[in-house]
């Protein structure tokens, strides 16, 4: 039987349950690493490079794997094999992606295992499309022109998320290959169009993690 000066055995594992499936809640995105063969020294370079909108957490994978279905985030188990961290992106998606793809170009031991973004799990590849999207500054350069009349949209569209912006930048791009027009009014409709089909998409995936 515990004293008041001691914890259960589990009460440490509750805790750190709790931390991680918080973290989950709390993220934008996350990706999931395998880090063999990386010295602490490496760890902390990547933590440092991934900057303060990203915690990158070392954990065992049950502990994982019980914070997610705490979380409602599924899809992830067939990652958690071997030592595994998970960067939990509080920012930009896109810049975390592009922080990771960069620090394994000099430190191969690290492995992009997958990920988790608006609903859904991430392969490895589709992983490494993210950190491949140009900047945010092109791709709202690209849009710019769109915008011009429509300020309420464009101001929405300097505070969306990088993924987003890449998604309308391809969807004005296929109506003007589609249409061969290249006037600011298909353009904004094109924009527009896309932006209310992925805004009819978020509330499901949202009453899903609040079920769970």
């Known amino acids: ?6 914890r259960p055995p589990n009460a440490d594992k ?3 349950v709790a931390e991680i499936a ?10 999931v690493t395998e880090y ?9 370079q990547l933590r440092r490079s991934l ?10 994978n049950t502990l994982v794997k019980r914070a997610a279905a705490d979380a409602g985030v599924e899809g992830l188990d067939d ?3 071997g030592p595994t961290a998970i960067a939990f992106v509080s920012g930009e998606p896109v810049d975390a992606a592009k922080a990771l793809r960069d620090f394994q170009r000099d430190n191969k031991a690290l492995v992009v295992k997958g990920g988790y ?3 859904r799990a991430l392969s490895a590849v589709e992983v490494t499309q993210l950190a491949d999207l140009e900047s945010r500054e092109v791709l709202l350069g690209k849009l710019a022109g769109a915008m011009k009349g429509n300020l309420t949209k464009a101001a929405q569209l300097f505070s969306a998320p990088a993924s987003q912006v890449a998604r309308l930048a391809q969807a004005l791009q296929d109506k003007r290959a589609a249409e061969g027009t290249s006037s600011t009014e298909d353009a904004v409709a ?17 009453t899903e993690t609040a079920d769970a």
Do not use: N
């Open 1 to 6: 039987m515990a004293t008041e000066t001691e």
């Open 51 to 60: 900057g303060s909108d990203v915690t990158y957490t070392v954990a065992k």
């Open 36 to 44: 063999r063969g990386l010295s602490m020294k490496q760890i902390s």
């Open 190 to 206: 094109a924009v527009e169009s896309a932006d209310a089909e992925a805004a009819t998409e978020a509330p499901a995936e949202t």
């Open 14 to 16: 509750v805790a750190a």
């Open 79 to 81: 990652l958690l094999v």
């Open 117 to 119: 973004m608006e609903g």
């Open 22 to 31: 918080a973290e989950f809640r709390d993220a934008s995105a996350m990706v």
